[in-house]
């Protein structure tokens, strides 16, 4: 029987719920699910430019386990490009570092560490239309 795995940290949450294709889309091909955790390491190393050490030290794993979830990343992104499926976010094997939340008002992501205000409105409208993105995770 195998272990269990270990949760990934995540730090920034995705800012959106998936990806489509523009100008084609066949609502027959299954989407690409790219789980929280591939997600941040595609992240870590092709946006915020760290080593694989880096990234892996930062999401509290071993290189070789970061070096896999950034492989997945990388090939379902491939796929989803090449036979011009949709990329759908999943919540994996992660979690937040920090509460985040999100305002279906004015669209914007944000946390609360120290819990420094109420988090049942948003700190830039103060709109009540708030999203947990913690619930699943």
Not at 15 to 27: A, R
Request: glycine fraction near 2%; charge should be positive; aromatic fraction near 14%.
């Amino acid at each position: 029987m195998a272990r269990p795995k270990n949760s990934r940290t995540v730090f920034d949450p995705p800012k959106f719920k998936g990806y489509q294709p523009h100008g084609y889309y066949s609502n027959e091909k299954e989407p690409v699910f790219l789980a929280f955790e591939e997600y941040t390491a595609l992240r870590l190393c092709d946006y915020e430019l760290m080593t694989q050490a880096q990234a892996a030290h930062a999401m509290n794993i071993s290189r070789p386990t970061f070096t896999r979830l950034y492989e997945s990343a990388r090939r379902k992104i491939a796929e989803a490009l090449a036979e011009a499926r949709a990329i759908e976010m999943e919540k994996g094997n992660a979690w937040f570092d920090s509460d985040w939340f999100h305002c279906k008002a004015c669209n914007v992501f944000f946390n609360n560490p120290g819990k420094k205000f109420c988090s049942a409105e948003c700190p830039i409208c103060n709109s009540l239309k708030i999203e947990s993105l913690n619930k699943d995770i």
